[in-house]
Protein backbone atom coordinates (compact mmCIF):
# COMPACT_ATOMS: atom_id res chain seq x y z
CA UNK A 1 0.00 0.00 0.00
CA UNK A 2 1.66 3.20 -0.91
CA UNK A 3 0.42 6.07 0.53
CA UNK A 4 0.12 9.73 -1.41
CA UNK A 5 2.14 12.32 -0.23
CA UNK A 6 -0.77 14.64 0.68
CA UNK A 7 -2.02 11.67 3.07
CA UNK A 8 2.01 11.89 4.69
CA UNK A 9 1.66 12.71 8.71
CA UNK A 10 4.10 15.62 8.69
CA UNK A 11 6.90 14.73 11.59
CA UNK A 12 9.11 17.86 11.58
CA UNK A 13 7.59 20.89 13.49
CA UNK A 14 7.59 24.14 12.76
CA UNK A 15 10.53 25.77 14.71
CA UNK A 16 8.33 29.02 16.07
CA UNK A 17 8.32 29.67 19.39
CA UNK A 18 5.76 32.63 19.41
CA UNK A 19 8.23 35.74 19.13
CA UNK A 20 7.44 36.62 15.22
CA UNK A 21 9.27 39.64 14.46
CA UNK A 22 11.77 39.97 11.09
CA UNK A 23 15.09 41.51 12.03
CA UNK A 24 15.09 44.26 9.40
CA UNK A 25 18.82 43.65 8.97
CA UNK A 26 19.24 39.96 8.08
CA UNK A 27 15.48 39.47 7.18
CA UNK A 28 15.21 36.91 9.85
CA UNK A 29 12.57 36.03 12.05
CA UNK A 30 14.00 36.85 15.74
CA UNK A 31 11.92 34.32 17.06
CA UNK A 32 12.96 31.20 15.05
CA UNK A 33 15.81 32.40 13.11
CA UNK A 34 13.32 31.55 9.38
CA UNK A 35 13.09 33.51 6.75
CA UNK A 36 9.41 35.28 5.68
CA UNK A 37 9.80 33.37 2.50
CA UNK A 38 10.59 29.92 5.15
CA UNK A 39 7.38 30.83 7.13
CA UNK A 40 5.00 31.11 4.05
CA UNK A 41 5.78 27.96 2.23
CA UNK A 42 6.52 26.00 5.18
CA UNK A 43 2.94 23.98 5.05
CA UNK A 44 3.42 23.01 2.01
CA UNK A 45 6.88 21.41 2.70
CA UNK A 46 7.76 18.12 2.99
CA UNK A 47 9.77 16.75 5.74
CA UNK A 48 13.28 16.26 4.19
CA UNK A 49 12.51 20.59 2.78
CA UNK A 50 11.62 21.32 6.68
CA UNK A 51 14.44 18.79 8.39
CA UNK A 52 17.17 20.93 6.15
CA UNK A 53 15.73 24.20 6.84
CA UNK A 54 15.97 22.96 10.87
CA UNK A 55 19.25 22.11 10.33
CA UNK A 56 20.62 25.37 8.91
CA UNK A 57 18.49 27.72 12.14
CA UNK A 58 21.33 27.60 14.55
CA UNK A 59 24.36 28.61 12.01
CA UNK A 60 21.89 31.93 10.99
CA UNK A 61 23.04 34.78 13.02
CA UNK A 62 21.44 38.28 12.63
Do not use: H, N, Y
Given at each position: ??????????R?????????????????????????????????????????????????K?
Amino acid sequence: MTSSPSSMVRRVMSPCIGICKLDQKSGLCLGCRRTIDEIGRWAMLDDPARQAIVDQLPTRKF
